[in-house]
């Protein structure tokens, strides 16, 4: 099978929206095809073929928890993140609540101002439908959550603290461990939703202190719809998605099993690779930075400075509409994001960014630039190049 980053290349496009989906590696694939052809049967059947299935889910399930600080009993296979990220903050209120909120004490939902909306639509649905309150900790300009506000938002009637692991519009990296003793000072559980985070640096739960997590396993190199949501044996939790009682329970449905087959591999692949990887996908993120600072020089590199995910570039350029920028790039052979690629289509101004204290205008005009392979000079050239070519029109159409 030929290299992806040799086809991107040749082609002349470049692709930079890892953040919203990464090529399957071919590996992952390799793994899963037996699970397809061969080794195909319900892990839910009673057979011989049955329980070897239900062997190698379980195998899948205890690596992708060796790798993540987690036990093996604690991993639910979903179909991704939204899934998983729904799952942990409906399933985990709902089972704090006995199923009626008017009946406990914990009616809190604590969740941060720049929330993927898989995780902040699920918040509010429980306080539209169950009595839930959401409150929204603010973050500072770099998106780096205020402690010292949350500490004052958690209390006695905290239900649950729901933080991402690292932010998806600009790639800040949150202080969980610090977010988790909060949380757990109170008696609230803590989940994470380190979508954008797994693969990408190196993640322990047990480390984070959080008793939930949720992962996507399109973003480091399976097919889309596989994802898992970590949880605590311990903890409170209440099944969604009813039928035949699969995941213990936690989530019916027959699993993909070759698709956990392939998370397990895939995440054991980003991991080994992460540290040889990272210090030059950083490099290629400030060479980026710099080489289109030189031809834009009003460009604003969004996010925190220090704390962010690797190969990860996020911009605002004032006066531009970062969807027109993002549709001329894409003339130009340049795939890339005006923000979130779940909120495509959508005028209104980022609310990560206004939440970082940007203004209305600046917060429409973002553009965001994602990689897994280390960029070369002259893919950095060509990038400047084509977004000095492409803000000149829209300036002078402007
Ligand atoms: N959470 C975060 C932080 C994300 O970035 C995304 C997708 O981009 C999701 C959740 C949703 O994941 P999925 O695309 O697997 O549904």
């Given at each position: 099978?030929?290299?992806?980053?040799?086809?991107?290349?040749?082609?002349g496009?470049?692709?930079?929206?890892s953040?919203?989906?990464?090529?399957?590696?071919?590996d992952?694939?390799?793994?899963?095809l037996?699970?397809?052809?061969?080794?195909?049967?319900?892990?839910?059947?009673?057979?011989a073929?049955?329980k070897?299935?239900?062997?190698?889910?379980?195998?899948?399930?205890?690596?992708?928890?060796?790798?993540?600080?987690?036990?093996?009993?604690e991993?639910i296979?979903?179909?991704g993140?939204?899934?998983?990220?729904?799952?942990?903050?409906?399933?985990?209120?709902?089972g704090?609540a006995?199923?009626?909120?008017?009946?406990?004490?914990?009616t809190?939902?604590?969740?941060?101002?720049i929330?993927?909306?898989?995780?902040?639509?699920?918040?509010?649905?429980l306080?539209?439908?169950?009595?839930?309150?959401?409150?929204?900790?603010p973050v500072?300009?770099?998106?780096?959550?205020?402690?010292?506000?949350?500490?004052?938002?958690?209390?006695?009637?905290?239900?649950?603290?729901?933080?991402?692991?690292?932010n998806?519009?600009?790639?800040?990296?949150q202080?969980?461990?610090?977010?988790?003793?909060?949380?757990?000072?109170?008696?609230?559980?803590?989940?994470?939703?380190?979508?954008?985070?797994?693969?990408?640096i190196p993640?322990?739960?047990?480390?984070?202190?959080v008793d939930?997590?949720?992962?996507?396993?399109h973003?480091?190199?399976?097919p889309?719809?596989?994802?898992?949501l970590?949880?605590?044996?311990?903890?409170?939790?209440?099944?969604?998605?009813?039928?035949?009682?699969?995941?213990?329970?936690?989530?019916?449905?027959?699993?993909?099993?070759?698709?956990?087959?392939?998370?397990?591999?895939?995440?054991?692949?980003?991991?080994?690779s992460?540290?040889s990887?990272?210090?030059?996908?950083r490099?290629?993120?400030?060479?980026?930075?710099?080489?289109v600072?030189?031809?834009?020089?009003?460009?604003i590199?969004?996010?925190?400075?220090?704390?962010?995910?690797?190969?990860?570039?996020?911009?605002?350029?004032?006066?531009?509409?970062?969807?027109a920028?993002?549709?001329?790039?894409?003339?130009?052979?340049?795939?890339?994001?005006?923000?979130?690629a779940?909120?495509?289509?959508?005028?209104?101004?980022?609310?990560?960014?206004?939440?970082?204290?940007?203004?209305?205008?600046?917060?429409k005009?973002?553009?965001?630039?994602?990689?897994?392979?280390?960029?070369?000079?002259?893919?950095?050239?060509?990038?400047?190049g084509?977004?000095?070519?492409?803000?000149?029109a829209?300036?002078?159409?402007?």
């Amino acid at each position: 099978m030929c290299d992806p980053d040799d086809s991107v290349r040749a082609a002349g496009n470049l692709y930079l929206d890892s953040a919203a989906s990464e090529a399957a590696d071919p590996d992952v694939i390799k793994a899963m095809l037996p699970y397809m052809l061969q080794e195909y049967a319900n892990p839910s059947s009673v057979h011989a073929q049955g329980k070897a299935a239900a062997a190698s889910l379980r195998k899948a399930k205890s690596e992708i928890a060796s790798h993540l600080g987690a036990r093996a009993g604690e991993v639910i296979i979903t179909s991704g993140g939204t899934e998983s990220d729904n799952l942990a903050i409906k399933g985990i209120a709902m089972g704090m609540a006995g199923g009626d909120a008017s009946q406990v004490s914990r009616t809190d939902i604590v969740i941060s101002a720049i929330e993927h909306p898989a995780v902040r639509e699920s918040a509010y649905w429980l306080e539209r439908h169950f009595g839930f309150r959401v409150r929204e900790a603010p973050v500072d300009a770099g998106a780096r959550i205020d402690l010292s506000r949350l500490r004052e938002m958690v209390g006695a009637r905290t239900a649950l603290v729901s933080v991402m692991l690292a932010n998806n519009e600009v790639g800040t990296i949150q202080p969980i461990r610090e977010v988790a003793s909060i949380a757990h000072s109170c008696g609230a559980v803590m989940h994470t939703d380190a979508v954008q985070a797994a693969g990408l640096i190196p993640i322990s739960m047990a480390d984070l202190g959080v008793d939930a997590m949720s992962l996507s396993g399109h973003k480091f190199g399976t097919p889309k719809g596989i994802g898992a949501l970590l949880l605590r044996s311990s903890l409170p939790y209440e099944a969604l998605i009813s039928g035949g009682g699969q995941e213990e329970g936690l989530r019916s449905g027959t699993e993909n099993v070759a698709a956990a087959v392939g998370m397990a591999v895939a995440l054991r692949k980003s991991l080994k690779s992460l540290e040889s990887r990272n210090p030059l996908l950083r490099d290629s993120a400030h060479a980026l930075c710099e080489a289109v600072n030189r031809v834009v020089p009003d460009a604003i590199l969004t996010g925190d400075r220090k704390h962010r995910l690797p190969g990860h570039v996020s911009l605002v350029f004032p006066g531009i509409s970062g969807e027109a920028l993002l549709v001329e790039l894409d003339v130009l052979g340049i795939s890339c994001s005006s923000g979130s690629a779940c909120a495509v289509g959508r005028t209104e101004a980022s609310p990560t960014l206004l939440a970082m204290g940007f203004g209305t205008d600046m917060a429409k005009s973002s553009l965001r630039m994602t990689f897994r392979h280390v960029l070369n000079a002259t893919e950095i050239a060509a990038i400047a190049g084509r977004l000095r070519d492409s803000v000149s029109a829209l300036t002078a159409l402007a």
